[in-house]
């Protein structure tokens, strides 16, 4: 049962008889809970058909860190480390969309990590990772 207060200025509540639960639908609270609903289903719906999409800039430089060394000429070769991380970042890989995504969150931390192309083009070769584009900072990402 809901009770509704009725104010007065002589005393702060007075409650009124009672309204059963199942008699009081208020015309805009049931508008705005359908509305609400029909919102949060549209944007489970929403996450659900994008979730599998493009792999965040995290995961890309979580598993490319460790290869820094070696593109920015500091290291001899690129470290275990760095190939395991790319071929896990690999393995993540599911569309076009995820390509694209990790390529351009590499060309991002290229640009402002001092990376130098020439070492960065030798890394898929030195962690034997097959790659069907060329690694560069110049790459087109979108193609």
Same mark, same amino acid.
């Given at each position: 049962?809901?009770?509704? /207060? #009725?104010? $007065?200025?002589?005393?702060? +509540?007075?409650? #009124?008889?009672? !309204? %059963? &639960? @199942?008699?009081? #639908? ?8 359908? +509305? @609400? ?25 979580? $598993? ?5 060394? +070696? ?6 070769? %690129? &470290? ?6 790319? =071929? ?13 995504? !990790?390529? =351009? ?12 192309? =020439?070492?960065? @083009?030798? !890394? /898929?070769?030195?962690?034997? !990772?097959?790659?069907? +584009? ?5 790459? $087109?990402?979108?193609?």
């Amino acid at each position: 049962m809901l009770l509704i /207060p #009725h104010l $007065n200025p002589s005393s702060p +509540f007075q409650f #009124h008889q009672p !309204i %059963p &639960s @199942s008699e009081f #639908h208020p015309p805009a609270t049931m508008k705005s809970l359908f +509305f @609400s609903m029909l919102f949060l289903l549209s944007f489970l719906f929403f996450l659900a058909n994008n979730g599998e999409a493009a792999v965040p800039c995290t995961t890309v430089d979580a $598993n490319a860190a460790a290869c820094l060394g +070696f593109a920015t000429g500091m290291a001899a070769k %690129p &470290s275990d480390a760095c190939c395991n991380g790319l =071929r896990q970042l690999a393995q993540t890989v599911k569309s076009v969309d995820d390509k694209k995504a !990790i390529c =351009r969150c590499l060309k991002v931390g290229a640009k402002s990590l001092g990376i130098q192309d =020439r070492f960065l @083009s030798m !890394i /898929p070769q030195a962690c034997n !990772i097959k790659v069907d +584009f060329p690694v560069s900072v110049n790459t $087109n990402c979108e193609t």
